[in-house]
């Protein structure tokens, strides 16, 4: 059974900086797609940005563009994203998701999800 987990949220300034990891074992983790997403208190959840099984496609929400970046590396079975000018609005849980296939998707078709991660930005 795969499981993800991520790690790295926490309680952050405004205009400061998290890195958050998707970790996951016991399976091949070069055939995935993963996804990050968020969901904020009384919202829907979003789609934030996602990467390929190769790390050689990305895609990024709007609101994130030029401040969060994807990353992965498949020898560490991790993926990460680099969080940088945070904002109050970025507050949420956020999620990793993986999807056996290359190519990544913004939407929630993503059959493993981990539990989630708090981030806060706030003064």
């Known amino acids: 059974q795969l499981q993800l987990v991520e790690s790295g949220g926490g309680l952050v300034q405004p205009g400061g900086s998290l890195r958050l990891s998707c970790g996951a074992s016991?399976?091949?983790?070069?055939?995935?797609?993963i996804g990050w997403f968020r969901q904020a208190p009384g919202k829907e959840r979003e789609g934030v940005s996602c990467?390929?099984?190769?790390?050689?496609?990305?895609n990024y929400a709007d609101s994130v563009k030029g401040r969060f970046t994807i990353s992965r590396d498949n020898a560490k079975n991790t993926v990460y994203l680099q969080m940088n000018s945070l904002k109050p609005e970025d507050t949420a849980v956020y999620y990793c998701?993986?999807?056996?296939?290359?190519?990544?998707?913004?939407?929630?078709?993503?059959?493993?999800w981990g539990q989630g991660t708090q981030v806060t930005v706030s003064s």
């Open positions: 998701a993986a999807a056996r296939r290359s190519w990544c998707v913004m939407t929630s078709e993503y059959d493993y």
């Open positions: 016991g399976f091949t983790w070069d055939y995935y797609a």
């Open positions: 990467i390929s099984s190769s790390g050689g496609s990305t």
